[in-house]
């Protein structure tokens, strides 16, 4: 029988965007496999009840954490409560992040500047903190968040799939660096899933809805390849279409993107 990821990684899993989609969903695998959690995001009220319900259920640790991780300083105040908790961090999921759909020149530059602290910032801060720990203890395991917009560049969309590769390209470099430690990390890559972030993006361009999949499907697969794979993307369709772009030129792939991605007004 396979290991729980309690008994792979024991200890606790520290999850950004824990209050919405993916990263309710990674809570509530990672309780039901008997791992203490650190719940961050935003908005406290939902952390809480998600941290009391799984804690119930599962008769693990549950802490609601609150932190916007545009702050600068978010990788030393989220630090600060594990060690006042005593929790140690044992996988690092950094799955916050959010996007914006519309041309470049229309969005708003601030919020783009928050994509890149949110989206590439914050990951990159909060493995700083926790994963020299884990390679001196030689166990743990960090997931960093990307997306198929990651393969190819995505006008309408283009710096948030700007920071999608960016992950992207950080967790596959990190699973070079790691091999061998003890320490596993993978890249997850979904297409389009069932949560808040279209809704939050204002994304205008949506296939229909029997294409897109479930939070806990894109959570199977970074779990079946946690440990094997640098990367891992979620669905068939959607690794045939993050494979055409290495056969097709820069251009063409960068207008055929734009055609697909052009909202529907
Ligand atoms: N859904 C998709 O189709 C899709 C596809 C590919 C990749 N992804 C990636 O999957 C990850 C999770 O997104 P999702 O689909 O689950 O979206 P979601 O339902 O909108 O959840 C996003 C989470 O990020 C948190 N967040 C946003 N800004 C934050 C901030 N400043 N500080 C702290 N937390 C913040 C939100 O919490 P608060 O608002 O409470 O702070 C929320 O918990 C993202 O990295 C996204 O790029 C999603």
Not at 144 to 166: D, E, V
């Amino acid at each position: 029988m396979s290991k729980t990821l309690s008994e792979r990684y024991p200890g606790a899993a520290l999850i950004t965007g824990a209050s919405a989609g993916l990263g309710e969903a990674f809570a509530r695998r990672c309780a039901a496999e008997g791992m203490d959690l650190i719940l961050v995001a935003r908005r406290a009220e939902r952390l809480e009840e998600l941290a009391a319900e799984l804690q119930k259920a599962h008769g693990i640790r549950a802490h609601a954490v609150p932190q916007d991780l545009q702050e600068p300083d978010c990788h030393e105040k989220l630090k600060a409560s594990c060690d006042e908790l005593g929790l140690r961090v044992s996988m690092l999921i950094n799955n916050a992040g959010f996007g914006s759909h519309d041309l470049f020149h229309k969005v708003d530059i601030e919020t783009q500047l928050r994509m890149i602290d949110v989206n590439c910032r914050a990951p990159v801060a909060l493995t700083g903190v926790f994963l020299p720990s884990m390679l001196e203890r030689g166990n743990g395991a960090v997931v960093f968040l990307a997306s198929t917009a990651a393969y190819q560049p995505t006008p309408w969309f283009a710096t948030y799939g700007a920071t999608k590769t960016f992950d992207l390209m950080l967790g596959e470099a990190l699973w070079a660096e790691t091999r061998g430690t003890g320490v596993d990390v993978i890249a997850v890559s979904p297409g389009y899933t069932l949560t808040e972030f279209q809704a939050v993006a204002d994304v205008r361009a949506l296939p229909p809805k029997a294409l897109w999949a479930k939070p806990e499907a894109v959570v199977n697969t970074c779990f079946a390849n946690l440990g094997k794979k640098p990367s891992a993307i979620d669905g068939t369709l959607n690794a045939i279409a993050a494979f055409l772009p290495r056969i097709n030129s820069r251009k063409t792939v960068a207008a055929l993107a734009k055609g697909m991605l052009k909202p529907e007004r």
